[in-house]
């Protein structure tokens, strides 16, 4: 009977004693390391296996076309996380054509997909409001990241019962309200209700339940965060959103912007800004781009002209 070689790398079970570890066990094959698993090339036996792939990034060639690893990432703007099948229907992985008698299973498929899709009533609403948020966040022209936050204000709401009694678009637009003043981001309650499916003063009354119920770190809104929306809006000049943005700047370290409409002062700096310049700026254009009338711009206006330091 042939005899191994026992060397001093490995230990074996049978014979209490060392074994080489690039030799297999079963075969006079080599042991390869690929992975973080050790197996044999020429049996395949599997010697270690590791959960974890410290490969570290995968580096593509230059000329690799199809660069596909892992798939989309985790998203909260879904209900599932964007972890749910994809049923195609006409072609297959590669692009191929698939037979009629293909599609037709597809789509029984993918009728029992969409009818086991929602495991409950909670996830049902879940992907409703994710729904809704997507589509109030595209149609205000927003980035990615808003609508993440949204997304996730939405499910802190619904884990903590906020949605009993109170509808899904309301608590929806609310969510999209409220992660835009949590990320200091330019808007109002008004721009929010252009594209929602309730009425303002049920988005306004969801929101302060969100931040009431949730405790929200609301930043109070500052005039100098509307004068480039509004500045743009009118196509003012750059120095005039500059100069108008010293105003504001200098109101609210003075304290004249207190309890002022941060909007409709920010359209009366640009106003002041823009008469200095010796431009021209309407002031109802100003008004229709805050949201606001045009007597309170001209309120806000006079109470600025009033000070010593304009």
């Keep these: 009977m042939a005899t191994r070689d026992i060397s001093t790398d490995g230990f074996d079970e049978e014979t ?34 590791a959960r974890l792939d410290r490969r570290g990034p995968r580096v593509f060639d230059e000329t690799d076309s199809n660069r596909k690893r892992t798939g989309s990432p985790l998203t909260n703007a879904r209900h599932d996380r964007g972890l749910s099948t994809c049923i195609g229907q006409r072609q297959d992985g590669k692009g191929n054509d698939l037979s009629s008698q293909k599609r037709r299973q597809l789509a029984r498929l993918r009728r029992e997909h969409t009818r086991a899709k929602w495991r409950s009533k909670a996830e049902r609403n879940l992907g409703h409001g994710c729904t809704e948020i997507a589509r109030m966040v595209s149609a205000l022209g927003f980035d990615r ?29 609310g969510c999209v309200y409220a992660a835009c003043r949590c990320s200091e981001h330019p808007c109002t309650v008004a721009e929010v209700t252009t594209v929602a499916r309730v009425a303002e003063d049920r988005i306004r009354n969801a929101y302060l339940v969100l931040n009431r119920e949730l405790d ?19 196509d003012a000049a750059p120095a005039v959103e500059r100069t108008a943005r010293e105003l504001a700047t200098q109101a609210v370290e003075t304290g004249l912007a207190s309890g002022r409409n941060p909007a409709g002062f920010a359209a009366a700096c640009i106003e002041v800004a823009a008469a200095e310049h010796g431009t021209e ?14 007597v309170t711009v001209r309120t806000q206006r006079d109470a600025l002209l009033a000070e010593e330091w304009v």
């Design 16 to 49: 209490t004693g060392e074994l080489s570890t690039t030799d297999c066990p079963e075969c006079p094959g080599t042991l390869v390391t690929d992975g973080g698993e050790t197996r044999c090339e020429s049996c395949g036996l599997v010697i270690e296996a």
């Design 145 to 173: 990241g808003l609508r993440e936050q949204a997304a996730t204000l939405f499910r802190t709401a619904q884990d903590a019962d906020l949605l009993r009694g109170r509808s899904i678009e309301a608590i929806a637009a």
């Design 216 to 234: 929200l770190p609301v930043p109070p809104q500052e005039p100098v965060e509307f004068i480039p929306k509004l500045a743009s809006a009118v």
């Design 281 to 294: 700026v309407l002031q109802f254009e100003l008004a229709a781009a805050a949201d606001v009338c045009p």
